[in-house]
Structure formats: C-alpha cells, structure tokens
C-alpha cells in the first residue's frame, strides 16, 4: 500500500495560473479531504468528500475547486492562483463512519504539496 | 462553538528532560475526542493517538502519555525522557463531525530538543 500520494512535491505558480494538485489513496478511503497549512494557524480545512460524486465545502474553499469521480482520486483546482494561496497542502482519507473499522481510524496524510505563487 | 488553543508556540528542552504539551478544548458537548498528531522537520503528519473525554485512565504508549483534566478542558500530552527525535510540531485536533473525519485543528507547539 502507497497510502496516500500527493503530487506534485513542489510548484510555483505565477498569480493568475491554473493547476490542479492530485491526490490519490489506495486504502479504498470513502472519505478525503484537503487542508491547508500555513505558519501560525495550523491546518484549515478546504474541502472534503464522503465519497464518490459527493464533495463540500470546508473552512476555507474560496479560489478552490474539487471533484472526486473515483474512490481513489480526489484533485484540488485552482483556477486562477493568487498568492495568498501560498501554502502548504495535505489532502487526507480515512474510512466513512459506519464501517467496522472508522471508530479508531485516523485521518492518514499525504506528505504535503508546497505551493508558492509570485 | 467549538475552540482548540495550544497556547504553548515553541517549548525547548535538553534530551532527557520531560516535557508536557498542552491542549484546551471548549466546548458544550459532554463528550468529546481529541486527536494528536505529530509534524517532524520532514513535514508529513503522523497520528499519535486518539483521546476521549470520557477516558478516566491516562494513556500511556512508551515514553508518551496523555491524560484529560476535566475540570480545565485540558488534554495534557507528556513525553518522558525527550529525545532529539522528538523535535517536531505537535498538534492536537478534535472532530467536528462524530465521524471523526472532519479536523479542526490547533496551532501547534513546536518542540525543540537539543542534546
């Protein structure tokens, strides 16, 4: 098991391009989710999924887009990159409450994105 | 609503001094869950241990414990014997669904053990 694999490690964008950042997880999570991380404030929740076809907003979702067409598979989208959104990125899964196993599951992290937009 | 506060921004300690984290978490519900997770200097979060509000024993795994002092909405973590390994940013997080997905989490302490 790769657990999960953000990609890519590191990108610079310049203010008003697009990317998508990706996340996949081979643990067949139902639940995923993206945080941002950012000196002084720990991580904030952007958005998140209970599974496929099915996403919400989080803490912080403006300038973001998500979709989550696979179980495995969860991207986040910036449209049009500014610099405040120079941070830190971890996408994370865990089971769906419900299952057997979800009570004492943690959220399992991907070991980050680093994104910094000029 | 809820609240988490790590208060403490950055503890540093010499190797084999004990040190203890503090996390307060208000909130209305009687009973509730906390998270830690620990971020060495390599960036990846790793989960430490789930605690509940209703657990009357501390939790000890090695030379971690954790215990909850209910009178101050206190989730206190002790390491015993640091180590320079132990050098990383600790954070603690409750849930804010009862599916424990949903993360809120706290500031952080940055622990610095020197040898």
């Known amino acids: 098991n790769a657990g999960v694999t953000q990609t890519p490690k590191f990108q610079v964008l310049k203010t008003g391009q697009s990317m998508t950042l990706q996340c996949a997880q081979d643990?067949?999570?139902?639940?995923m989710s993206w945080y941002r991380q950012d000196p002084g404030m720990g991580l904030r929740l952007i958005h998140y999924?209970?599974?496929?076809?099915?996403?919400d907003q989080g803490e912080v979702p403006n300038g973001y887009n998500v979709s989550r067409s696979t179980t495995e598979d969860f991207p986040l989208r910036l449209l049009s990159a500014a610099p405040s959104q120079t941070s830190v990125y971890f996408c994370?899964?865990?089971?769906?409450?419900?299952?057997?196993?979800?009570?004492?599951?943690?959220?399992?992290f991907g070991n980050g994105t680093r994104l910094t937009v000029t | 609503a809820q609240k988490v506060t790590q208060a403490q921004t950055e503890i540093s300690v010499v190797e084999k001094e004990d040190v203890t984290l503090d996390c307060v978490y208000e909130?209305?519900?009687?009973?509730?869950?906390l998270f830690w997770y620990k971020q060495p200097p390599s960036g990846e979060l790793v989960f430490l241990i789930r605690?509940?509000?209703?657990?009357?024993q501390n939790e000890i795994s090695g030379r971690y414990s954790w215990n909850f002092q209910k009178s101050t909405s206190s989730f206190n973590f002790t390491i015993t014997a640091s180590q320079v390994v132990d050098s990383a940013v600790y954070f603690c997080?409750?849930?804010?669904?009862?599916?424990?997905?949903?993360?809120?989490f706290g500031t952080g302490t940055r622990l610095l053990v020197s040898p």
């Open positions: 999924s209970v599974g496929a076809g099915i996403t």
């Open positions: 605690r509940n509000s209703f657990d009357e």
């Open positions: 909130t209305r519900d009687t009973t509730y869950y």
């Open positions: 997080a409750p849930p804010l669904n009862t599916g424990f997905q949903k993360l809120v």
């Open positions: 994370a899964s865990t089971l769906r409450l419900g299952t057997p196993s979800s009570y004492n599951s943690p959220l399992h």
């Open positions: 643990m067949n999570h139902e639940y």
